[in-house]
């Protein structure tokens, strides 16, 4: 089992940046692909971007690939996403998430174990 915890959420104006980081416990983090999803008031949760357990594969939503960046740390027990170019469209709770599956996975259901997530807000 993990456990996921999800900070740099913020206010920031369109255009900017933000980190967000993912936390995770356990001894097992390196052998989980993760995934960070979205959700929006009156959405359903969206898939962002997702990473493999070695880092070497990484998968985006059109919505974002060109201006956000998935990474990981295994050492530090941690994934981030890199968020450039903000739009006010971006504007989400953002879910942390891992999976046991052996490769890469873009659906909510895929995914076994999520944080509390993270709010970031994107002003015009």
């Known amino acids: 089992q993990v456990q996921l915890v999800e900070s740099g959420g913020g206010l920031v104006q369109a255009g900017g940046s933000l980190r967000l980081s993912c936390a995770a416990s356990g001894r097992t983090f390196s052998t989980y692909v993760m995934g960070w999803f979205r959700q929006s008031p009156g959405k359903e949760r969206e898939f962002v971007a997702t990473?493999?357990?070695?880092?070497?594969?990484?998968s985006y939503a059109d919505s974002v690939k060109g201006r956000f960046t998935i990474s990981r740390d295994n050492a530090k027990n941690t994934v981030y996403l890199q968020m450039n170019g903000l739009k006010p469209e971006d504007t989400a709770v953002y879910y942390c998430a891992a999976s046991t599956s052996g490769y890469v996975r873009e659906t909510v259901r895929d995914y076994r174990y999520w944080g509390q997530g993270t709010q970031v807000t994107v002003s015009s």
């Open positions: 990473i493999s357990w070695r880092g070497s594969s990484t």
